[in-house]
DNA sequence: ATCCCTGCAAACGATTTGCAGAACA
DNA sequence: TGTTCTGCAAATCGTTTGCAGGGAT
């Protein structure tokens, strides 16, 4: 739990406020670093654990790395570009019936990730 | 591409068959080494990048980390329990609409992943 | 006999942790 | 002032790569 308030916590806060979708723990200290030279990427990744287990802070899994976004977001999912790699928040939800699943008996569903792969309109000009 | 048999690549291959979902690296290599000790996890890597290239298996990512499959199973999502961490096949795709999808023009939708956290069977016990 | 393939170890990038000093409350 | 926090560096873990020897064709 965090128990004080730092400028290192505001500033990553403010970057992940201002992101424009879900960012990787480097991609953030380096947007950070911005506003806060100095910043280490230890505290980074020890102040997401903390926001996260506040639940403020979400982290997504995606191609193989760990992003984060702010957990007040609506529900959502994502769009990540074969070509630049770039993420991209959706505002919908393509799963239609996020309970009724024909799941096999005895699974417990507690929540759903999807992600779209696919060429984003920048990099298919 | 893959050009030559050989004992190590059998012994992948039969461990991805059958496997009852997706595996990570190491952990195939675990599984492996019971069937050819000494089998090293650089060769694991070096397989499934050429299987991979080949069209025989795909990687599916997923609480941060890559596992891999055999790609020619039907079309299938995943289910994650959150309290054994494994990972089973689901033989159903919950998304209703492949393709109608909305999403923002411009988006060019190649394919989708589709992952349910919770708890199997075994762990809700 | 080629030349690909493998194991080992070093290299790498992301993430975690130990420690002494700096900074909130 | 007392802890919590931070930065640095070392440690870890998954993954990749260089190199010399072993094996498939």
Redesign the pocket.
């Known amino acids: 739990?965090?128990?004080?308030?730092?400028?290192?916590?505001d500033t990553?806060l403010a970057v992940l406020e201002r992101a424009e979708g879900p960012l990787?723990?480097?991609e953030l200290l380096c947007r950070a670093q911005q506003d806060?030279p100095?910043?280490?990427?230890?505290?980074?990744?020890?102040?997401?654990?903390?926001l996260t287990e506040d639940g403020r802070v979400r982290s997504v899994n995606l191609d193989?790395?760990?992003?984060f976004e702010r957990a007040d977001l609506p529900h959502h999912h994502h769009f990540a570009c074969r070509v630049c790699g770039k993420v991209f928040d959706l505002d919908v939800c393509p799963l239609a019936l996020p309970q009724g699943l024909a799941v096999p008996p005895g699974y417990l569903v507690e929540g759903h990730e999807v992600t779209l792969y696919g060429v984003c309109p920048g990099c298919s000009a």
């Open positions: 739990m965090i128990q004080r308030n730092t400028r290192q916590r990553i990787s723990a480097p806060l100095g910043l280490g990427i230890a505290t980074v990744y020890r102040t997401l654990k903390l193989g790395e760990s992003l």
